[in-house]
């Protein structure tokens, strides 16, 4: 599917799984790099939040495998489990200079990494039009997420 789109020239990037196969990832990164189509690489942990140096080992793999922007989502289970993104994201951001990662904590407890998670080096963060339409857990609504990031950046 994603190569199918990649040759209709009207996408600009696509979101391939990290662990949907090697073999699979690399056709699909070539394929997109070839279309001049760039690759976000993304793994989503919905059961838990892995140590912290598995999480930069993944975002690190994601680049190796040729990703332009790495990318990942996990559940946190306690307070600390968001603490342990943040602190990755931030390590990793700042050890590696010219890689791009996003990355988010869901649910009720990972709200925050999604509103402050550009301070740790995060590149982006997801909206929902509204509560309804969340395609995650702890996505907040758009116009409640432009106004807490425009005061986040002014300050």
Do not use: W, Y
């Given at each position: ?56 080992r ?42 791009t ?24 963060t997801?909206?929902?039009r509204?509560?309804?339409s ?22």
């Amino acid at each position: 599917l994603n190569k199918a789109l990649i040759t209709t020239g009207e996408v600009d990037i696509i979101d391939v799984e990290l662990f949907i196969g090697d073999d699979i990832v690399k056709e699909i990164v070539e394929f997109a790099h070839n279309h001049n189509t760039k690759v976000i690489i993304s793994n989503h942990d919905f059961d838990k939040t892995p140590e912290k140096a598995e999480i930069k080992r993944r975002l690190l793999l994601m680049k190796e495998k040729g990703a332009n922007i790495s990318k990942m989502a996990v559940m946190p289970l306690n307070e600390a489990d968001v603490l342990t993104l943040l602190s990755a994201t931030e390590e990793v951001t700042k050890e590696n200079e010219n890689m791009t990662v996003i990355t988010m904590s869901m649910g009720k407890l990972g709200v925050i990494s999604r509103l402050g998670g550009g301070v740790f080096g995060s590149a982006m963060t997801f909206g929902a039009r509204n509560k309804e339409s969340a395609s995650a857990p702890g996505q907040v609504e758009v116009s409640v997420l432009k106004a807490i990031l425009a005061t986040i950046e002014s300050k």
